[in-house]
């Protein structure tokens, strides 16, 4: 079953404006981590946040996790047209067995 | 290095049939995985490799078959295709926890 769920499903902004997205998940985890999809293609990893971190930046992205919550934010500023992407969620267990659950995304579209 | 490498891009089989999924990583990742995407979900996890010689099922394994007779390689073989396979196949390998996917393969059974 999945464990992530992401909020919103779908997301449209202007050029240049924030984007934002949330994930909740059930159970306790080792890390969790941000994949993008670009349409028609695989994912490419974006970012990991381990359990004992609460926030992490990587360029434009910023990533917090609220364990205590269940929960993770991701958020991209000055938004771009190549930013237009789904972006998922996906949690690995405390096991760390390398094991990922994924959520069924959110679909952002920047328009220019 | 050409990563995670997907073969084919794309196939249609009839129902009954059986086929395999190739996938091949050049850069010496011990953990693979494949996953099916559907449409409004995520990725679902169907078979996984922590080395060679040692495979595992995950959430979905029903109706596949995986092998890894070496480092490079993790083929998922469908052993009688069913309507319900239909699907985008993607190959995944791990290094330091951070996936890295292959370009997929989409697959419809008629």
């Known amino acids: 079953s999945q464990q992530g769920e992401e909020d919103p499903q779908a997301l449209s902004i202007q050029e240049g404006e924030n984007a934002t997205m949330n994930c909740s998940y059930k159970?306790?985890?080792?890390?969790l981590q941000w994949y993008r999809q670009n349409s028609g293609r695989g994912l490419v990893h974006l970012i990991l946040?381990?359990?004992?971190?609460r926030e992490k930046h990587s360029g434009r992205l910023r990533v917090t996790l609220d364990t205590s919550k269940k929960s993770s934010s991701l958020l991209i500023t000055a938004s771009r047209a190549a930013d237009t992407a789904s972006y998922f969620c996906a949690t690995e267990s405390e096991t760390n067995d390398y094991k990922l659950s994924f959520g069924a995304g959110t679909t952002v579209t920047v328009r220019a | 290095n050409a990563g995670v490498t997907q073969t084919p891009k794309f196939q249609v089989l009839k129902t009954g049939q059986s086929m395999t999924l190739q996938c091949a990583q050049d850069?010496?990742?011990?953990?693979m995985s494949w996953y099916r995407q559907d449409p409004g979900m995520g990725l679902r996890l169907i078979h996984y490799?922590?080395?060679?010689?040692?495979?595992d099922q995950g959430e979905v394994p029903n109706g596949y078959n995986v092998s890894r007779s070496t480092t490079e390689d993790f083929p998922l073989r469908l052993l009688s295709a069913a309507p319900s396979q239909t699907s985008v196949y993607f190959c995944?390998?791990?290094?330091?926890?951070?996936?890295?996917f292959g370009p997929g393969t989409r697959l419809t059974v008629l």
């Open positions: 946040i381990r359990s004992n971190e």
């Open positions: 850069m010496n990742h011990e953990y």
């Open positions: 995944a390998s791990t290094l330091f926890n951070e996936q890295f």
């Open positions: 490799s922590v080395g060679a010689g040692i495979t």
């Open positions: 159970t306790s985890i080792n890390n």
